[in-house]
């Protein structure tokens, strides 16, 4: 017998981009990661821009844009495939000894091995696509805002956007300004 599954609706992206607004723990949960590169990791809200505030030294500007590209981005059938694709660059191209078992990646902590496949993700679709699909799940599911997801869910769609960040900051794409004083 075939398992029911809950319908997939596409929900349009002002819904997905105000999934992140306004949030308490979105800022400390992907911004405070990088807080070896910047230590001004704090976010606040701008109601009249509705987006977080654009600050010298901090990563505030690469959530906005990290929101956007997932705002826009496809709803995958499933989000688990684009998080595979990762593992699996990281399996062919660093051969690190990982493997799935039971539906889990094992041999390496998972938001390091989605960091490491990401490094060849070519605009970051791969992560922005999983990022969209966890959202959309959320929505489907009554969960409208970020604050309100269950922990472990938070934690991941928080470790693919860090990781987003991360990488812009990286390969030089990053719209960070420097702080006035350095």
Not at 42 to 49: G, I, L, P, T, Y
Not at 148 to 156: A, I, K, L
């Amino acid at each position: 017998m075939k398992k029911a599954t809950k319908a997939k609706n596409v929900h349009p992206p002002n819904i997905l981009k105000r999934f992140f607004a306004r949030s308490d723990y979105l800022d400390r949960m992907v911004l405070r990661p990088l807080s070896h590169i910047t230590t001004s990791w704090e976010a606040s809200w701008d109601h009249d821009e509705a987006q977080y505030e654009l600050e010298p030294g901090s990563f505030a500007g690469d959530l906005n844009e990290v929101v956007r590209q997932i705002a826009c981005s496809p709803r995958p059938a499933r989000y688990h495939d684009n998080e595979d694709a990762l593992a699996q660059r990281v399996i062919a191209e660093l051969r690190w000894p990982i493997q799935r078992r039971a539906g889990r990646w094992e041999g390496a902590d998972y938001q390091m091995i989605l960091e490491q496949g990401a490094f060849c993700d070519i605009g970051q679709r791969e992560l922005a696509t999983a990022a969209a699909g966890r959202v959309h799940m959320a929505l489907d599911f009554g969960q409208w805002h970020f604050d309100e997801m269950d922990d472990g869910h938070m934690t991941m769609l928080a470790g693919l956007m860090t990781i987003m960040i991360y990488h812009r900051y990286s390969d030089g794409s990053s719209v960070m300004e420097d702080d006035a004083g350095i």
